[in-house]
């Protein structure tokens, strides 16, 4: 079974404290993504990556970073935290074949205080 | 820009009865594809069927299949006999073939109740 898993399922943070989320699959994709998702607006994508230390900006990737420096690990950043961060954060990976499924981690529920 | 369009929000449905979820996008291309997921409650998101823009058949997964109508932009899902394990949000999915872009375009999501 393919297995993307999160560092955290809860978090609670500060507002201005810097926040890692990480990421982990065990299926060698090359690809994998950060979501974000809030009621009523479904997933929207942050980042994602093709590669080792590659990536592309989503639709929102405005407050974040990441990063990838091994292909099994994608982690993302938020430099300082907001009060609008607060959300569920779903990571995904993928092989990057045409016809490939992303695979979702259980995601980590973060409120920024 | 793709969009994709859920229009209900929430759906409910007896158990052992058969219920469709709506979805519709707006695109240029030609080629694509499309996908439903499923996020129960409290549990990873799983896909849950898919289909190629240039396949006219419509796919089929046990008791999950779609009709897809290229014409009209339209993918609804039908679930047959449907039971309690199938109650989740629902997400309609969209993808453009080719290249390195395999960002998936998501709709906002059905929330399926399964009464027994």
């Known amino acids: 079974d393919v297995k993307v898993t999160q560092s955290s399922r809860y978090l609670v943070k500060r507002t201005g404290e810097k926040v890692f989320l990480e990421c982990v699959q065990d299926m060698d994709h090359e690809n994998m993504f950060w979501y974000r998702q809030d009621p009523g607006l479904g997933l929207r994508l942050i980042y994602f990556?093709?590669?080792?230390?590659?990536?592309e900006k989503g639709d929102i990737p405005e407050g974040y970073s990441v990063s990838r420096e091994k292909k099994e690990r994608f982690s993302l950043i938020l430099e300082s935290a907001s009060t609008n961060q607060t959300s569920m954060y779903l990571c995904a990976s993928s092989f990057r074949g045409r016809w490939s499924e992303q695979f979702f981690g259980p995601g980590t529920r973060l409120t920024v205080l | 820009a793709q969009t994709v369009t859920q229009s209900q929000p929430e759906m409910s449905v007896q158990e052992a009865e058969t219920v469709t979820l709506s979805c519709t996008y707006d695109t240029s291309e030609s080629d694509y594809y499309l996908f439903w997921y499923k996020q129960p409650p409290s549990r990873q998101m799983i896909l849950v069927i898919r289909?190629?823009?240039?396949?006219?058949q419509n796919a089929t997964e046990n008791r999950f299949s779609v009709n897809f109508q290229k014409a009209a932009k339209s993918f609804s899902l039908k679930i047959s006999d449907s039971q309690l394990g199938d109650a989740a949000m629902y997400f309609c999915?969209?993808?453009?073939?080719?290249?390195?872009?395999?960002?998936?375009?998501f709709g906002k999501g059905t929330l399926l109740t399964v009464n027994p």
């Open positions: 999915a969209y993808r453009i073939l080719g290249g390195s872009n395999y960002k998936l375009t």
């Open positions: 289909q190629e823009a240039y396949k006219q």
């Open positions: 990556s093709y590669d080792v230390k590659m990536k």
